[in-house]
């Protein structure tokens, strides 16, 4: 089965300074990881995805998330937060090889403040 | 790129009444759709997979004669909460996908936010 988690389900940044939103997955097999970002009553828009390859992924806006298998990990981060980066964000990781059957993490709150 | 048309966006009607969803794939075959349930402040839970053409599968706990999904086409499913009651007031999320079972990358609608008073 797989899991993930976010550590802090509310995280605040002023503008301008770095965004680094956390998260940990368990999987039985090699997970599909995913960044979405989800904007008041809308539904998800993908951020990033890590399938196979390069481990550092780059996505849209400026984020970039790292796969560190040795820590169950792939945060994300942003050099510099923008007020418009302000979301909820929401980890997920595939829960098969051949579906597409996402389990989300509990979502963490960015705010940024001016 | 790839589009998915959610409608209503919101919803709101009386206790007893049932509601339809529509969950739209404009520019692709969607032969798998998703649907999705998400509480105030919470994360999305998978409600049910449905493959163009069949039966669609819920997950432990969702009860299916409650929530009818109908996927009679590559670009349409259709989410009915049935005899809705104010615990169903939810933000439900749809999701498509392509490719054979549903393995190109999936694609989220904007939502509906069914109220019921």
């Known amino acids: 089965a797989q899991s993930v988690t976010q550590l802090g389900s509310h995280v605040s940044v002023s503008e301008g300074a770095l965004v680094l939103l956390r998260c940990n997955y368990s999987?039985?097999?090699?997970?599909?990881l995913f960044w979405y970002v989800q904007y008041p009553n809308q539904g998800l828009q993908l951020l990033l995805k890590y399938t196979t390859g390069a481990t550092l992924v780059k996505g849209i806006n400026g984020f970039e998330a790292e796969f560190k298998k040795s820590e169950t990990s792939f945060h994300l981060t942003k050099p510099s937060a923008h007020m418009s980066d302000a979301a909820e964000y929401f980890c997920a990781v595939r829960a098969d090889n051949y579906g597409q059957n996402f389990v989300f993490g509990p979502g963490t709150r960015l705010s940024v403040l001016p | 790129g790839a589009v998915v048309s959610q409608h209503p966006s919101w919803v709101i009607c009386k206790s007893g009444t049932s509601v339809k969803i529509e969950c739209r794939s404009l520019?692709?075959?969607?032969?798998?759709m998703f649907w999705y349930r998400q509480f105030p402040k919470q994360s999305l839970m998978l409600m049910a997979t449905?493959?163009?053409?069949?039966?669609?599968?819920?997950e432990q706990g969702v009860e299916k004669d409650k929530f009818l999904i109908n996927h009679a086409s590559l670009t349409l499913s259709t989410l009915t909460v049935t005899s809705a009651h104010p615990e169903d007031s939810s933000f439900y999320i749809c999701?498509?996908?392509?490719?054979?079972?549903?393995?190109?990358?999936?694609?989220f609608g904007d939502g509906t936010r069914l109220s019921i008073l």
């Open positions: 520019d692709f075959q969607a032969t798998t």
């Open positions: 449905s493959n163009e053409g069949s039966k669609a599968t819920y």
């Open positions: 999987s039985s097999v090699p997970p599909y």
């Open positions: 999701s498509a996908a392509g490719g054979a079972w549903g393995n190109q990358p999936q694609h």
